[in-house]
């Protein structure tokens, strides 16, 4: 067994931990959880903090629960948030939590015959059997008002949000109940989070001491933050999702390739399993040709291939040359539809109906008139431009303003126009 505490540490993934853990965890193996609020249908990169986490936890040996929320989804965690959130139905947990459990399998090993083997837990399956009047009765007599009071994820919210509902300030006895259900069913000794569930978690040990006299730990990571003071995981259209209908593979990739030096550093450490040696050689060859962006590229390939897997990572690649390196027709009619469009999201698109594309006879036309004047003004332009060399369509030089219109289409219906060396045009054939 590995040093689960000393890997955190190296990897700047260490903020809080209780006494004595350290000496608990040497002992032999332990079992934690760490909670997911399953209140979208997918996971996004803020989540992988906690993923990795987990990770790190079975590959030393230990045994990893992943708890979804689908009692605690009902309610929101309050903790840092200045309002409260939309409560979810049923329907909708259920779905996401089938939705999370798949995504967690691409990083936790939950097969069969390993002794410890990841688990998926769900809170909604002990919290439904409860009466509203059996848990104030049974489980919130063993926490004070004062001591909830006190937390400063209430403090805060009291003193700078909108005020707290009785459904949120409940919160944090949710979880201390889940911490100590897993306690007394399934042995789970630890719970994991980000720095911002201290207070629920360190609930959840007072929990376990006052109703059973027994001991428990707790371990936080930092919250991760970029190097200029930006939300991490957020770009201009949104958080960056692990599921690729919402975050396409390309996307995701290139997220992690145009991070800063001084943050490839960092998520070199938290975001892969490379070991210590190989980022530190990593460091000194990206210290040496910084243009190069090796850190960013090994963060790009590591994540991009435990996310989606080989294919979409050669995909990805594919797509990224097109824009910023060599490539050739090949590469670009090996690109998926959603790829394509992911790569030229936001330029300048103008349709043509198949019969009106099928009966131009050259390509200046094309270009022109049926493109609506959105790639050349007129004819003259069009055909000065071809003859200058400064056209390709498909990633193939035009070189003859007379020469057939009739090209092969990507996905069966689109074109792209490329003019001069940045000016990219897609039509799309109807």
Known sequence: MSNFIEELRWRGMLQDMTPDIEEHLSKGMASAYLGFDPTADSLHIGHLVGVMTLLHFQRAGHKPFALVGGATGMIGDPSFKSSERNLLDKSSLDHNVACLQS??????NFGDGENNKAELVNNYDWMSEFSFLEFIRDVGKYITVNYMMAKDSVKRRLEEGSGLSFTEFSYQLIQGYDFFHLWKNENVSIQLGGSDQWGNIVTGTEMIRKMAGGSAYALTVPLITKADGSKFGKTESGSVWLDPEKT??????QFWLNVSDEDASKYIRIFTILDKETIENLEKEHAEAPHLRLLQKEIAKEVTLMVHGENEYEMALKASSILFGKSSTE???????????????GVPQTKLSREDYESTTNVVDLLSDKA???????????RKMIQGGGVAINKEKVTDPNGTASIPLLQGKYLLVQKGKKNYYIMEIQ
Not at 248 to 253: E, G, I, M, V
Not at 372 to 382: N, Q, V
Request: charged residues 20%; proline residues 3%.
């Open 103 to 108: 995504q967690l399998s691409k990083f936790l």
């Open 248 to 253: 396409s593979p390309y996307a995701f990739y």
């Open 331 to 345: 590469d670009l009619a090996a690109l998926d539809e959603r790829t394509f469009l992911q790569v030229f999201d």
């Open 372 to 382: 609506s004047g959105i790639i050349f003004a007129s004819k003259g332009e069009a």
